[in-house]
């Protein structure tokens, strides 16, 4: 049933997205087009949430019915997953928004810069649970299956691309006002900011096991 909602959904995204890529009609209509396209979007990233909470249920299920039963840490894991998904997708979405607004001849700068809060925030999530799931996976035994799958994950979250535009609203939300580039505020500012996170979890990923410090708190 959700797969159905699912394609059907997926077609009609693909459609407001190929109308607005024509730019030939009112900046009403593109407006109104532009706010459609975002709640389809939407609801794909909850059918998607759906079908996978079905699947989740299904592996459960079965484990019931003879296989292990998934420990307490596993199960953590299997939902920071499963957020790491969805707002991998919603960054996604944000993404795809930037790029059709950037490509107008006359875009929306109240709704560009909507998209760019909302890439943004979507980013700063994926580093906080990518260092969860790192947090977690050490604690998962050696032999674990998961922490094969915790790390193709991450890797597959932090390959996604990120607009050169979101790198230059990221670094003037995260920079003191009047700061030059280079400066010593400037880089305090920048180094005090979520997104380096990411830096620090490209270090953890290098490792097979995705072991980290035990100074290391995620709370």
Known sequence: MYQKELDKEMKVKDGLERFLAIGQTSRKLQEESRSMLFDSKAKI?????????????????????????????????????????????????????????????????????????????????????????AKYSARLPNDSPKKNEIRDAILESEHLPVTGHYHQHRDATFSPPNSAPGSPSQDDSKSASLPRLAHSLKRLCALPSLAVSGRLEVR
């Open 45 to 133: 990233a909850l059918l998607r949430m759906q079908i996978e909470k079905m699947q989740r249920q299904e592996q459960v299920d079965a484990g019931l019915c003879g296989k292990t039963i998934p420990t307490k840490t596993e199960m953590i894991v299997d939902d920071l997953l499963f957020r790491l998904r969805k707002e991998a997708a919603i960054a996604e979405g944000a993404r795809n928004m930037i790029r059709i607004l950037s490509s107008q001849k006359k875009s929306d700068g109240k709704s560009l810069s909507q998209a760019f809060d909302n890439q943004m925030q979507s980013e700063e999530k994926l580093d906080l649970i990518r260092l969860a799931l």
